[in-house]
């Protein structure tokens, strides 16, 4: 109860009440099982001994199944949902109010450890009492009403709202910041960056005007106004589904199959054989092979890319790392070729890896030029480190929203929870506990965990299973809810608060359905 | 007070209690001038004689003029913002705790009669009291800490939500939704479900399976999968400024330049003469013109185009209007030619035209495809009619979030205030007075006001000015934040909270201006 007792001492009355409240709700709605004993075999040494202060000791102590998922509620929920909104990609339907910190709740009574966290996004935890804070206090209610068009009509304290949050976990060398919508919108906002900067140069410089060819031929969507350039990006990579962020995403048929692309360049993406250490030198000469495709690319594709985007790890094109090194030796064909270098940071960043950013980890003399993100930021942008990116005139890079500054100060309040609980480190410790869990598990089902992957990236971890599809579904029936990526592998994206106690309850559920 | 009185009464305390703190904070803080005199000649006679009750009695009286704008307090913040935000597109510096209605208030003390309203969006005024109670529930407060991925973990009210809000407003003949986050994103998201739509006619029906050739070339951006279609827009168009709707959009080369675009067709919108009634006779031509090229293009295009995109009165482009009959005749041509029809109603929706969608002023038989919206709604979705525009496997048409609960939450209370107002009749009623007042304007000053158009479309009233930029400068010196569209309109975006009251005030201001 001691942190939250912290948070609490900090807060305004009501909104204190408020989360007593909440807080007794959920303990007296949900019916917590007995502190389990963790009696199987190969998940048993996994239990920790360090005694583990738990950051929300109200959250359920484990997971309580009740009906079959769906069960009869949520069946009734989702018939009538169906007829307005298209279900068929629905997984679960959920009831927040009786969801804590890493359980999500149904309407059945069903609360699951949820490492999949609205797709990565939950950062602190369901209803999380320091978040209910900042969503209960003034500013924002009077951000949600109050919604201003920020490139004309700021409001007076967004530079405090800005520095105070955002820019003071802005990754190294990077000092400005462009507010965005979603994670998808954060990369073609970088995109038209890239390209307006590299137009810029051909022209000779930001003071050369716009010839009127460029003008004329702008409006027509004919070259030299709106040029022959692309992004490269990588096989299997995934930037977003709008129509310039489609066409640097090649993750699956299904998210790109009818829709109109522009012809740009695609890398091969390193191809890592598993165990890393039995495959050192294989695995080196895939990644040179793909760097020489991407120097080949950059310098002969006919459409000349402007940038190159690539995500520290691959997330929905199915958990694929690459090496520090892979990453260095792009940053440095950028570099070389004047090409910008985008990382895209929308699934990997603010956390989970163990980093505050995943590419934290390639220990870069020379800093990316923009850094997108947005899920567990709730709100997106893109960084950029130096006026050289900023387009020679206003209203290049413009929109009526330019953010949301609702979502910021939310975002802020979830850059002081991880300080506070010192999540980042946490996801590193916990994240070498739940690997070292896993391997013991690949072990014991080595037909089960195949390329495990994600050593020394906190909690960001995955691996290959011959039948996925039908483990995430078990996984519900023994009280866990998780997701996959790509075509076979299993991904984890717990939250910045799952701690070894929720490790060990997921490597004993796991190994549940290993057995069954 | 009775309105304010009614809806309080429905309140939780502490709520209502904010409220009051809000309103008397507002009425302290701001200095209001006293009831003020309307002596000009021209203005004068627009003085209504109507007892008009006013929707908020608290709100400030007129506006206050009290420093040059930006002032020093507000220099000073730009200056601060300047360092982490580009500020060359700010118009003013706001202090949303002290805007209060129809009024926006700067940090010098300045508080401006506000007929642009952030750029079309704010709906039902600054600090409305029925939105604060909105954004102070228990509701909100969830669906801002707990956002959920709705595809997959939808929340068990979201059906309810999307029912007793969006959809009670869906336009005739439309009765599904589609969430998103801009105005831009819902554009693209339609584009994208014609692109889906039409491939599927193409192949046959929804039972068809994606040829190999069709998957295999999606994922090099290649024709069939990533097919040769195209989207027709109008010249002056704006669709928004994301890669697939910047390719529609056809507003000014600042908003294009440098940006590569698809390959996508523009038809003529007509260029009406004013007054239309001496000119019926070329507008309807000039109509005609502009249908009969729609329909060469629809036939000839090398990209077929999969839908037609029209706003129902160009906004961004310079307030350009086209008669009923035009817009009945793109819905026959697009049915003509199995095209679909999608109107953007992102500025034009939520009820500024004296009617809910503009739209609905064209008394189709036959509804639109699709209908965008975004701005007031302060949410963005795509609306579409029937079954056949679902795509035909679940994850096509699919993000992270899929729009957000908490603007869906707010957007139900917005349509609550407008119903409780009945705020669509008022936009009708001082619609037309105003047009009225601004008519014996364009008789006093001729070479001020030029072009006069919008009549019968509620407050969403522009014209030509010979000197827009030095006239927009100058409304603010006399307590007036007007904006501009195209290369020389004035275009009026009030609130639905505007009321004849307001309309004195912003002519009696504007003749201000013209005798400068």
């Known amino acids: 109860m001691a942190s939250f007792l912290r948070t609490a001492s900090r807060l305004r009355p009501a909104a204190a009440r408020s989360i007593a409240f909440q807080s007794s709700k959920m303990t007296t709605a949900v019916s917590f099982p007995a502190q389990r004993q963790y009696a199987s075999a190969a998940a048993s040494a996994t239990i920790s001994n360090d005694v583990e202060q738990p950051f929300f000791p109200d959250e359920p102590k484990g997971p309580t199944v009740k ?46 450890l949820d490492v999949y966290a609205q797709i990565a996004s939950i950062p602190v935890g369901y209803n999380n009492p320091a978040l209910l804070l900042a969503a209960t206090s003034p500013e924002m209610a009077s951000a949600i009403i109050n919604r201003p068009a920020l490139g004309n009509f700021p409001q007076h304290d967004w530079a405090e709202i800005l520095e105070t949050g955002i820019l003071k ?54 070259s030299p106004g709106a ?11 995934f930037h977003g589904r709008l129509f310039g962020s489609l066409s640097t995403t090649r993750s699956k048929p299904i998210h790109k199959l009818d829709i109109p692309a522009f012809d740009w360049p695609q890398a091969p993406f390193p191809v890592s054989k598993y ?49 520090p090194a892979f990453f260095r030796g792009l940053r440095a064909l950028t570099r070389k070729h004047n090409v910008l270098f985008i ?4 699934q990997t960043g603010v956390g989970a890896t163990g980093k505050f950013w995943a590419h934290e980890h390639w220990g870069l003399t020379d800093p990316p030029d923009m850094v997108t993100f947005s899920k567990k930021a709730q709100a997106a942008g893109y960084y950029f480190g130096n006026n050289e990116l900023r ?19 939310l975002f802020r309040a979830i850059i002081q929870e991880i300080e506070r609980l010192d999540l980042v480190q946490n996801t590193a410790t916990t994240g070498e506990y739940l690997y070292k869990g896993l391997e013991r598990l690949a072990q014991a089902y080595p037909s089960e965990i195949q ?44 939250m910045l608060i799952f701690q070894k106690h929720h490790a060990d309850i997921f490597l004993e559920s796991l190994e549940k359905v290993f057995k069954a």
Not at 227 to 237: D, E, H, N, T, Y
Not at 292 to 310: C, S
Not at 391 to 409: S, V
Not at 470 to 475: C, S
């Open 169 to 222: 976990v802005a990754p190294k060398g990077l000092n400005q910041v462009f507010t965005g919508q979603t994670g998808s919108d954060a990369n073609e906002l970088a995109y038209k960056a890239a390209f307006m900067w590299r137009r810029q140069h051909e022209r000779g410089g930001a003071h050369v005007e716009f010839s009127d060819h460029d003008i004329a031929s702008s409006m027509v969507n004919q």
């Open 275 to 323: 165990p890393l250490d039995q495959y050192a030198a294989e695995n080196a000469a895939e990644e040179q092979r793909c760097l020489d495709e991407t120097e080949r690319l950059i310098k002969e594709w006919p459409q000349p890319p402007a940038a190159v985007v690539v995500e520290p790890i691959q997330s929905e094109g199915g958990d694929n790392h690459a090496s």
């Open 451 to 494: 390329n495990l992957r994600g050593k020394g990236q906190g909690t960001f971890l995955a691996w290959d299973s011959p039948r996925r599809d039908e483990v995430l579904k078990k996984a519900k029936t023994v009280g866990v809810n998780v997701g996959g990526s790509g075509e076979r592998a299993v991904r984890l994206r717990p």
């Open 391 to 409: 387009p020679n005139k206003p209203y290049r890079q413009f929109n009526t929203w330019m953010g949301d500054p609702a979502r910021a100060l």
């Open 67 to 112: 009906t079959a998922i769906p069960g009869p509620k949520s069946k009734a929920a989702i018939e009538q949902l169906e007829k307005v909104f298209d279900t068929r990609s629905l997984n679960m339907m959920a009831n927040y109010n009786q969801s804590f910190g890493n359980y999500i709740a149904d309407l059945d009574g069903n609360v699951l």
């Open 343 to 346: 990382v895209d940071e929308v």
């Open 227 to 237: 040029p022959q350039l692309s992004i490269l990006s990588f096989k299997a990579g």
